[in-house]
């Protein structure tokens, strides 16, 4: 390299106009974005000076936070959007914080576990109490549950198409003496582990039920991984396990999973080298999410590698934010509440009979089975659809198929007072039955 060059580019690859030759509408752009990084620099500044305002700041190397502001803004609730600024600039009203405002001397303490002084990272991810009751755990599978039906569609898809084989290394060919070498131009196409087999199963942990880990692997092991994607043709196998740290501790909180599913201590041997053993392909990610909604890179690493595009990830990176702030949200609003009963925030959207596809080829537990009245009765339902609803179709509109769990009673021309007489009713019917519609329970 030359004196004075800066990179290997080359001379005059780089080459800077200079500010006295370029026109009046280039001046003014230059003078408009070095101002810009002015004013950012100073803020930083002045940012990284507070002691307690300024954890935001160094969040950069640990997530993505390119975040699309005008989105989130006008798609918030206002008490959403103020409990996501505060909590980023650390001004919740939080026991530490009412008290150095000298507000309400009787509440500086955690309402769940009686520490004294504790602030709203105390109670958002580190409070025992929280944890033990489940909260945590409830925003952890909110964000699996978020990420159920895309895992879902991605697998399916898979499946049904055609297997692809592994694309050929490309070395240094051999170029005989006095020979002149000639360079083929050829496209690389990245394979997907997944595009490898098409009979993979998804296994994704107390959504809805819990799961083991694949016995076909050889591997006797309690540990269950949050996702899990498998094939027993290929022998492949890929987890994904999530945690939902605060921003800060992202880097401990994947360190501390990647120790424990694929670190190999002299004491045991990790989850990922028993699997290696017994002959499996081992795909191991750790991917974290914020517990105020940052998503980390992590993430995107994780979703990437299993084959969803670049518009995907945008979409599902944005939907994963959401859930976890709201998630926290609930969480800090029932911070003084001692019973905790969680509510449905994110409902699978995925019928139950994908899930059982794939779960039913791992060991269940009795207790997760459905009730066999309760299908019955909703195969009665299911056989009253083409007598009562929509006799007379339009023809101009196309049909389109209402799925049975988005149906409500309201739409049968039958009324049942009790369930149990429409259950009776289920067990009673027969396909051998003419195909006018039944009569309804009697009085």
């Known amino acids: 390299m030359f004196a004075g060059q800066s990179s290997r580019l080359g001379l005059g690859f780089n080459s800077v106009s200079k500010f006295r030759d370029c026109p009046l509408k280039m001046k003014r752009k230059m003078v408009s974005e070095y101002c810009k990084r002015e004013e950012a620099h100073r803020r930083k500044i002045r940012l990284l000076t507070l002691a307690r305002n300024s954890d935001f700041v160094k969040w950069d190397e640990e997530m993505i936070t390119n975040r699309d502001w005008t989105s989130q803004i006008f798609g918030m609730s206002p008490s959403l959007l103020a409990f996501t600024l505060n909590s980023q600039a650390n001004t919740l009203p939080s026991p530490s914080n009412l008290r150095r405002w000298g507000l309400h001397s009787s509440t500086h303490h955690c309402v769940l576990c009686g520490k004294l002084g504790v602030t709203a990272k105390h109670i958002l991810s580190n409070c025992a109490v929280a944890l033990k009751s489940g909260r945590y755990k409830w925003r952890h599978d909110n964000v699996l549950r978020t990420i159920y039906t895309d895992l879902v569609g991605l697998v ?25 070498h000639q360079i083929h131009k050829t496209t690389r196409t990245q394979t997907k582990f997944l595009d490898l087999a098409n009979d993979w199963i998804l296994l994704v942990d107390d959504v809805p039920s819990r799961t083991i880990f694949p016995p076909c692997t050889g591997v006797d092991t309690l540990e269950r991984p949050d996702c ?8 492949i196998i890929s987890w994904g396990e999530l945690t939902v740290p605060l921003e800060e501790n992202m880097s401990a909180a994947a360190t501390r999973k990647h120790n424990k599913y694929s670190k190999s201590t002299a004491k045991k041997i990790s989850l990922a080298d028993e699997c290696r053993r017994n002959g499996w392909i081992v795909y191991d990610f750790t991917f974290e999410v914020g517990a105020l909604g940052w998503t980390g890179h992590s993430a995107r690493r994780f979703l990437s590698k299993l084959g969803f595009k670049s518009s995907q990830l945008k979409w599902i990176r944005k939907r994963i934010s959401r859930t976890t702030m709201r998630s926290s949200y609930l969480i800090w609003c029932c911070r003084k509440e001692r019973s905790w009963e969680p509510p449905e925030l994110v ?35 299911a056989t009253q659809i083409s007598f009562t609803v929509n006799p007379e179709p339009n023809l101009d509109t196309p049909t389109r198929r209402i799925p049975l769990s988005k149906r409500t009673y309201s739409e049968f021309n039958y009324t049942y007072e009790h369930f149990d007489a429409l259950v009776a009713d289920a067990e009673n019917y027969s396909s051998d039955q003419d195909s006018s519609p039944p009569d309804g329970p009697s009085d």
């Open 347 to 381: 409902p699978l959207r995925v019928s139950s009979l994908d899930d059982e596809k794939g779960k039913g080829k791992a060991k269940e537990d009795d207790d997760n089975s459905s009730d066999p009245k309760r299908e019955a009765a909703l195969n009665l339902l």
């Open 156 to 180: 399916n898809t898979a499946n049904r198409s055609p297997m692809k084989l592994r694309p050929p290394s490309y070395g240094q060919p051999f170029v005989r003496a006095g020979t002149k």
């Open 228 to 235: 899990i994607i498998y094939s027993k043709s290929a022998k």
